[in-house]
């Protein structure tokens, strides 16, 4: 193999692996803005629904 083969290799992985490192951060952001919107649907429900007033032999079941 030849220099100029050797060089090309080389950019050819750094360029992989730069393509392998921006796709995984674009996923990371794109799983924390979906985890955001998944807690944010929680606290509204949450906030919707009244919880019953415990009584006597009340088991609280709500998560």
């Known amino acids: 193999m030849d220099l100029n083969g050797i060089a090309s290799a080389s950019m050819s992985m750094s360029a992989m692996q730069l393509e392998s490192a921006y796709s995984a951060a674009l996923l990371k952001k794109s799983m924390e ?10 606290n509204d429900m949450a906030q919707a629904v009244p919880a019953p007033a415990p009584g006597p032999g009340h088991i609280d079941t709500y998560i």
């Open 33 to 42: 803005d979906m985890e955001q919107q998944a807690l944010s649907l929680i």
